[in-house]
């Protein structure tokens, strides 16, 4: 369903008639309700070990090379799935609504991710639901407390938005020989005015984001955050780039500032690592859960109760990884160039709906082997 982005279990079981199933399945495909009574049973732990599974097979084949400044990134981001006014399970946050009509309780559901981000590619690693009662930062450290050690060597720096710039983050990376990078906003901001007040007397250095002129401030050392046990540093980026304006064909100067946290050394990773990094967060946003959402009917209900949902993210994440990893590395480029990842998939949905029931013809004695069909080819 998900390879074949169907979009929902009832156009999967659309396809039940089909003889791929009977061929694939050795048995008739399951209705709607049994598949999503199914995922309300499914041990994700398990779901999650064919995770781990892909990803030591990508990185033995050393399909996962780290970027030119050497430094593997894991970032980590919640994102909420689906929020509606009437139907609500034991695992849905609640929050009010101020309506025309009075006060409303939403009821939705938030996943914290993680997802690595190497030189041209990602892989989304796993994912935790934040339960009813606690905030989105109590199950990102679940979800690191797990992946930590089920993920040793994957990644050598976590990156994550202003929310995630909290103690008990930064504390449980470092406690776990890793280093943090967080965007730095005013939810700390006896730690912005610091920095603010340093770099003012501090001369920029020179650099280049992309196409964009950017002048650093970087200083290590701050103790304006007593509740965080690792060494703070702070670095600012202010880039500068152009833009021609449509309407009048002129072009435009464009600024945007830039703070981030981390407990990165500068030995380990100079300012222009630091840089490439904090807008490396955003892949998150662009490649992985917007991939998963508007290309992978990720975020659409295909059952309403907490396990379900979690495993189905499971399983789209694990579809979207190893449709990647054949896109990007099985595929030659010139492959890539004929055949988006749509058409790619839209394949995979046509052999689904493909109906086979012409017999093949024998092959003469002595002839090699001929393909039945083109999906036996
Ligand atoms: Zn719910």
Redesign the pocket.
């Known amino acids: 369903m998900f390879l074949a982005r169907l979009g929902s279990l009832n156009a999967l079981v659309q396809t039940r008639p089909r003889r791929f199933w009977s061929r694939w399945l050795g048995a008739e495909l399951p209705s709607a309700d049994t598949l999503g009574r199914v995922a309300t049973q499914i041990e994700v732990a398990g779901l999650r070990g064919v995770q781990q599974q892909v990803y030591t097979r990508l990185n033995r084949s050393q399909a996962l090379p780290p970027p030119a400044h050497g430094l593997l990134a894991a970032v980590l981001d919640g994102h909420e799935s689906h929020a509606t006014f009437r139907r ?2 034991r ?2 946050l609640t929050r009010t609504i101020h309506t025309l009509t009075g006060d409303r309780s939403q ?1 939705y ?1 938030r996943h914290v991710s993680l997802q690595l981000v190497g030189a041209d590619w990602m892989l989304l690693l796993d994912a935790e639901p934040q339960r009813p009662g606690e905030d989105e930062i109590a199950a990102a450290l679940r979800l690191l407390a797990r992946a930590l050690p089920l993920y040793p060597r994957a990644f050598d720096v976590v990156l994550a938005d202003g929310l995630y710039a909290d103690p008990r983050v930064f504390n449980a990376v470092w406690a776990q020989g890793k280093d943090v990078l967080a965007v730095l906003k005013d939810n700390h901001p006896a730690l912005l005015e610091d920095a603010r007040s340093l770099f003012e007397t501090t001369a920029p250095l020179g650099g280049r984001y992309g196409s964009r002129t950017c002048q650093y401030w970087d200083l290590a050392g701050f103790t304006t955050w007593p509740r965080v046990a690792a060494p703070i540093r702070v670095v600012r980026s202010l880039e500068t780039w152009s833009v021609r304006r449509q309407l009048n064909g002129q072009r435009e100067e464009q600024h945007t500032e830039w703070f981030w946290v981390t407990t990165l050394a500068p030995t380990r990773a100079p300012t222009g690592a630091i840089v490439q990094l904090g807008h490396a967060r955003w892949t998150i946003e662009n490649e992985g859960f917007n991939m998963l959402v508007n290309g992978w009917y990720a975020d659409h209900v295909y059952r ?1 109760e ?1 396990t379900a949902l979690l495993v189905f993210l499971l399983l789209a994440m694990l579809c979207l990884n190893v449709f990647l990893a054949f896109y990007r590395r099985d595929l030659k480029p010139a492959a890539r160039q004929a055949a988006s990842r749509l058409h790619v998939a839209r394949r995979v949905a046509a052999e689904l709906y493909a109906v086979w029931t012409v017999a093949a013809p024998r092959a003469p004695p002595g002839s090699p082997a001929t393909p039945a069909s083109p999906a036996a080819a």
Request: charged fraction near 0%; aromatic fraction near 12%.
């Open positions: 609500h399970c695992g849905c009821y559901h309403h907490p």
